[in-house]
């Protein structure tokens, strides 16, 4: 069965920091874009970074860039978020989605999606 399956959410200070986890079964990650997306309430859904499993520079919003780093363990089928100096701005549901191979990073572009962990960050 196909399912994309994020952990790691939680509620942390201002300044800390989380790692999130998207672990991918059914199917194989390596010929696919992983996205990590996330939606305020209130919001749009927004991209936060992307990667492509067969290699390449990922790509960050401006918004977090040089504080947080996409990463992926292909044996793992695992597609990890560390998250550092969170900001209350940073709170959200994020979501990591699939795209094929060379998709941008938008949601749009993304063909399946998991259910989401919640992101809190408050003080």
């Known amino acids: 069965q196909l399912q994309l399956v994020e952990s790691g959410g939680g509620l942390v200070q201002p300044g800390g920091s989380l790692r999130l986890s998207c672990a991918a079964s059914?199917?194989?990650?390596?010929?696919?874009?992983i996205g990590w997306f996330r939606q305020a309430p209130g919001k749009e859904r927004e991209g936060v970074s992307c990667?492509?499993?067969?290699?390449?520079?990922?790509n960050y919003a401006d918004s977090v860039k040089g504080r947080f780093t996409i990463s992926r363990d292909n044996a793992k089928n695992t597609v990890y978020l560390q998250m550092n100096s969170l900001k209350p701005e940073d709170t959200g549901l994020y979501y990591c989605?699939?795209?094929?191979?060379?998709?941008?990073?938008?949601?749009?572009?993304?063909?399946?999606w998991g259910k989401g962990t919640l992101v809190t960050v408050s003080s």
């Open positions: 059914g199917f194989t990650l390596n010929i696919y874009v």
């Open positions: 989605a699939r795209g094929a191979y060379g998709s941008r990073c938008h949601p749009e572009a993304m063909n399946y």
């Open positions: 990667i492509s499993m067969s290699g390449g520079s990922p």
